[in-house]
């Protein structure tokens, strides 16, 4: 069973940098077929996806935060890194990771395991 | 981007009664190579992440109790609750994985009446 912990500042300060890392366990950030989705969650409204890394190194982004975001792999510790620049209060968001759905070799952006999410702010 | 519009916003049940969501898309979901809809619907408790509940429109995850069923095609869809139950209390939205960005509605908040 994948498992996966999101960590990092529960506080940025505006246009600094948001870095936050998912942790994953009972599998492998590098195994065939996977891709780590980046998903965020401003306070009582709807899910905003980011984007995602493939166990390759592949990525892809959503256009609107294309610009300042970077999702990347750290395979020695078997983690997923995000990285937001210049961040503003519109940027204050639970910010999820999560494991795309795989099956028989295909991948989709269903989202099928989910860390518990971890609630930055952005604020002076 | 595709835009995913749910309604109602806000959902009152009661216990045993049935619970119908509606999420409609700004354009088609069906890929006609595979003759698929590209959608997906989760269930969020408060204080926790989403639940994957159904994709491929109404193909039930591993586990979801068969109360839950997704209907629907092209660009309408719903998401059924055939006779609510205590925990099934929580905000439910519909994702599209028709093309990036892959995009959410807004939730549905369901409450027992």
């Known amino acids: 069973q994948v498992q996966l912990q999101e960590s990092g500042p529960g506080l940025v300060k505006p246009s600094e940098t948001l870095s936050l890392t998912c942790s994953v366990s009972?599998?492998?950030?590098?195994?065939?077929?996977?891709?780590w989705s980046w998903i965020r969650q401003p306070p009582e409204k709807g899910l905003e996806w980011i984007g995602f890394?493939?166990?390759?190194?592949?990525?892809h982004y959503n256009p609107s935060l294309r610009s300042r975001v970077t999702i990347s792999l750290a395979t020695s510790m078997n983690q997923v890194s995000l990285r937001l620049s210049s961040v503003t209060a519109a940027d204050t968001a639970v910010y999820y990771c999560?494991?795309?759905?795989?099956?028989?070799?295909?991948?989709?952006?269903?989202?099928?395991?989910w860390g518990q999410g971890t609630l930055v702010t952005v604020s002076s | 981007d595709i835009v995913m519009t749910q309604s109602p916003d806000f959902l009152a049940v009661s216990l045993g009664e049935r619970a119908t969501i509606n999420c409609k898309s700004s354009?088609?979901?069906?890929?006609?190579?595979?003759?698929?809809?590209?959608v997906a619907w989760y269930q969020q408790k408060p204080g926790q992440p989403p639940k994957l509940l159904i994709y491929?429109?109404?193909t039930r995850e591993s586990g979801v109790p068969d109360r839950f069923s997704g209907s629907g095609s092209g660009a309408d869809f719903t998401l059924t609750i055939s006779s609510l139950q205590a925990e099934d209390v929580a905000v439910y939205s519909c994702?599209?994985?028709?093309?990036?960005?892959?995009?959410f509605g807004q939730g549905t908040k369901l409450e027992m009446k």
């Open positions: 999560a494991r795309q759905y795989c099956s028989g070799g295909d991948c989709y952006p269903i989202f099928e395991y």
């Open positions: 009972g599998g492998s950030v590098t195994s065939g077929s996977s891709f």
């Open positions: 890394v493939s166990y390759s190194g592949s990525t």
């Open positions: 354009q088609s979901l069906l890929y006609s190579s595979d003759n698929k809809n590209y």
């Open positions: 491929w429109a109404f």
């Open positions: 994702q599209q994985y028709y093309s990036t960005p892959y995009t």
